[in-house]
Structures are given as C-alpha cells and as structure tokens.
C-alpha cells in the first residue's frame, strides 16, 4: 500500500466499514489501523471494539487511496484532528523515508486521549520538530491556531487534513487562499 491508503473492514455481524492505513507504508508484512471507540456512531468501532482482539484475523479489502502524496511537492503540511491522525501518520514515514520535509501537526484533546504517541515521538527523534502536539483540553480557542498557521503558503508545500467534520471545515476554511491543488483533504 502507499501512504494515504485504506481498507474495507469486514467487522463481526455483518459490518465493513472503511479504516486508514497508519503503518509505515514500507513495512509490508501487516496492516495497521486505528479505531476510536465512538459510542455515538454507527456500530462499526463498537463492534471492533467489543468483538475483536489483537491476534484475530479480520477479512479485509485490498487497500486503495483516494488521499496519496503528490508527486510534484517539495515539502508537506500535514493536520491531524483527533483519529484523523491514521493516514497522516502513515504519510509522515513516507516523507521521512523519501527525505522530504514536513510538518507533522497533531490536535487532540490531551495527551492521554492522542493515539500512537510513541510511534509519532520516535518519528520525531528521527526527524527533530517534525511532529507538534496541540491539546486543547476541550476548550474552544485553546489548540492550534490554523489560521496562523495557512497564512502563508511556502513554494511547493502542499497540505494534507484529516480529522471530524468541524475540524475538517476549519481547515478548509482557513486554506482557502493556498493555490489550487496543492490542499488535500480524507
């Protein structure tokens, strides 16, 4: 798979559901994915939570990507809110492997709720500020400042975003000036 990929999940019950891809795309001996548990949702994380277990194995699709780097970038801003750190996650290791700079910006709402923070903390060492945490603690205004962030767009930098819709809006919103199809959004 490369990087930005997801698979179909056939969870128990009679359940798919569609899951990114957030493993080092070079590691081509597994599939890794996040779920978060959403009590709210449609089942689908429920089921996986509650009927699967590490060691089980899952029916699965061949992976597929509607969300891939671009070739042509000579750096990469990539967002992530929440759980939408999945295929962002699984890009940071492409760049890293390919030498291509990038930014790694992961909001959540604590660091006790962040996903893969060992993984993305390694990242880090491997390529220094690389990865940034924002925890807004719940508080609206609290976490990253986007619109400080997009203000400007450096030459050949290309955004990738992906997290809950409200998230997802913010971010569109305050790219709206960034040159056509050099933002990216799952």
């Not at 990539?78 to 930014?103: C, D, N, R, V, Y």
């Amino acid at each position: 798979f490369n990087a930005g990929a997801h698979i179909d999940v056939h969870v128990p019950g009679g359940l798919v559901r569609q899951y990114s891809l957030c493993n080092d795309p070079a590691e081509t001996h597994r599939y890794v994915i996040g779920v978060l548990k959403d009590l709210n949702g449609r089942g689908g994380s429920l089921r996986v939570h509650e009927a699967l277990k590490v060691g089980d194995t899952v029916r699965v699709s061949r992976p597929r990507n509607q969300f891939e780097l671009r070739p042509e970038q000579t750096s990469a801003l990539l967002i992530a809110g929440g759980i939408g750190i999945t295929p962002l996650k699984s890009m940071a290791h492409s760049l890293q492997q390919a030498g291509t700079p990038f930014e790694l910006h992961y909001c959540a709402r604590s660091s006790h709720v962040a996903a893969f923070t060992d993984e993305l903390v390694s990242l880090n060492r491997r390529t220094p500020g690389a990865v940034r945490w924002h925890f807004d603690d719940g508080q609206i205004g609290a976490g990253l400042d986007l619109k400080a962030l997009l203000a400007s767009q450096p030459e050949g930098t290309h955004l990738y975003f992906c997290g809950p819709p409200g998230f997802m809006k913010a971010c569109t919103e305050a790219a709206a000036h960034w040159h056509r199809g050099t933002v990216h959004s799952e």
